[in-house]
């Protein structure tokens, strides 16, 4: 009886410490673990596949949010910017698509070909990728800066701190953020408040 005690006691505490790494996600300096989802071509991508990039610019965001649909010109301007720099955007749909039927793989498909997406839109079907990087918005901006160790997180949150008007913004983070990067200084601003609709979670 004893015995049984204990190992539900342990368990108990295992299943909370798995709970906290998940939602804890990622924090500046951590070294991101590698993922592969798949992409609007039906192709699998992970960031392995990128053997000449100096690092990414990974956006969790989806199809329906209007926080998400706010920012998705400034998000192919930063891949059109930074991509050939070394530092390619990866959007991801984090979102159940059983709660939010627009973002389905279909519609990813569609919305990315009206808007004229230039970088790989994934779907993250079970969810475990967002919970990985801790992802809690769309939009919800990591750039990963690559060093020996992999990926390195080196900035975390909003792309820029005006979502309503492109015209009057007055910092861009994630621009900020990369530049730092290209130039081999150090990130002025690494965290920031993501600004989006709350990621939609399976039950």
Request: net charge positive; with cysteine; hydrophobic share 40%.
């Amino acid at each position: 009886m004893k015995k049984s005690v204990q190992i539900f006691a342990m368990a108990i505490v295992a299943v909370a410490f798995l709970t906290s790494a998940a939602t804890t996600g990622y924090k500046v300096g951590d070294t991101v673990k590698d993922f592969s989802l798949k992409n609007i071509d039906g192709k699998m991508v992970s960031l392995k596949d990128y053997n000449s990039a100096k690092g990414a610019i990974v956006i969790f965001t989806c199809n329906h949010c209007p926080y998400a649909k706010a920012y998705e010109q400034r998000v192919i301007a930063l891949d059109k910017m930074y991509k050939s720099k070394g530092y390619p955007v990866i959007a991801i749909n984090p979102n159940d698509v059983v709660a939010v039927p627009d973002d389905s793989f279909d519609n990813m498909v569609k919305n990315a070909k009206e808007k004229g997406y230039t970088f790989p839109y994934l779907l993250d079907e079970t969810q475990q990728v967002a919970r990985q990087f801790g992802a809690a918005k769309t939009p919800h901006v990591f750039v990963l800066n690559k060093t020996d160790k992999g990926y390195d997180v080196a900035y975390i949150g909003a792309i820029d701190d005006n979502t309503e008007d492109a015209g009057a913004v007055q910092h861009k983070y994630v621009e900020d953020a990369v530049n730092a990067l290209i130039a081999g200084k150090s990130v002025p601003v690494t965290t920031t408040k993501a600004v989006g609709c709350t990621i939609k979670w399976k039950s």
